[in-house]
């Protein structure tokens, strides 16, 4: 049983950056696909970003392209999302996920954190 354990999230003005962190524990994480979802208010939760077990390979919904990176350190059992130019659009609820699966890390993983609120104002 993987536990998941985001911090990171807050309130920054448009344009600015924030650095999402998601520490595992319970579990071998390097046996671990990892990813970020989020949800706005109003709306279902939405895939962002994914990481393959080794970080060799990353992937991003077309929204958050060349703004936000994702990036892992199986030594501290993290993932991270680096968020820059952030948009209003960007304010959700953002949740750490993994799976042993890479394609399922992006669509139903198996394992959720309790997720971090951020905010974006214009």
């Known amino acids: 049983q993987v536990q998941l354990v985001e911090s990171g999230g807050g309130l920054v003005q448009a344009g600015g950056s924030l650095r999402l962190s998601c520490v595992a524990s319970?579990?071998?994480?390097?046996?671990?696909?990892t990813g970020w979802f989020r949800q706005a208010p109003g709306k279902e939760r939405e895939f962002v970003a994914a990481i393959t077990r080794a970080g060799s390979n990353a992937y991003y919904v077309d929204s958050v392209k060349g703004r936000f990176t994702i990036s892992r350190d199986n030594a501290k059992s993290a993932v991270y999302l680096q968020m820059n130019t952030l948009r209003p659009e960007d304010t959700a609820v953002y949740y750490c996920?993994?799976?042993?699966?890479?394609?399922?890390?992006?669509?139903?993983?198996?394992?959720w954190g309790q997720g971090t609120q951020v905010t974006v104002s214009s």
């Open positions: 319970g579990g071998t994480f390097s046996r671990y696909s």
């Open positions: 996920a993994a799976d042993s699966s890479l394609v399922k890390v992006q669509t139903t993983p198996g394992y």
